[in-house]
C-alpha cells in the first residue's frame, strides 16, 4: 500500500517537472544586449546624473517597485532631478552585473559625496523590446564595524 502511495504521488509530480523540464534555452545573446542596456542606462542616469538618457531606455508606462518612486518614466525624471539637485556629488559605480531571460540584476556602490562609506544596491531590471519596463531595489547602508571581514563591495 505505501509503495502504490509514492507510485501515485509520483505520478502526480511528472507534469510539474515536465513543465520545467520543458522551458525554452536561454538566449545569451538576448541577454547580453539587454544587460548592456541596463548598463547604459544606469551608468548616463547615476554616475552621471543624465536624465535625459530615461528617454532612450525607460518604457512611458515604466513599472516602478521602489516605495519612493512613483511609476511612469516622467515621475522617475521628475523625482530624480529633485535628488540630484539636492544631492549633486552624489554617485553610484556597478561592480557586478548578470542576467537570466527577461531580468538584469547589478550590484552597485552609490554615495551621496565622495568621502561617504555610502550604500550598496541589488537592482533588478525587466527589459521588453529595447526598453527597461520594470525594476525592483533593496539598499543597504555600508556600516562602520562588520562581523566578517568579508566587505559589501
Known sequence: MAMSRRMIGCLLLLPIASAALAQAPRDIQREERNRRLVVEFYEAVFARHDLSAADRYLSEDYIQHNPRVPDGRAPFVAAFSRLFAANPAMRSRILRSATDGDLVFLHVHS??????????IA??????????VEHWDVM??????AANNSGML
Open 111 to 120: 554615495q551621496s559625496s565622495p568621502e561617504a562609506r555610502g550604500r550598496v
Open 140 to 145: 543597504q547602508d555600508i556600516p562602520e564595524t
Open 123 to 132: 537592482e533588478i531590471f525587466r527589459v521588453s523590446g529595447d526598453r527597461i
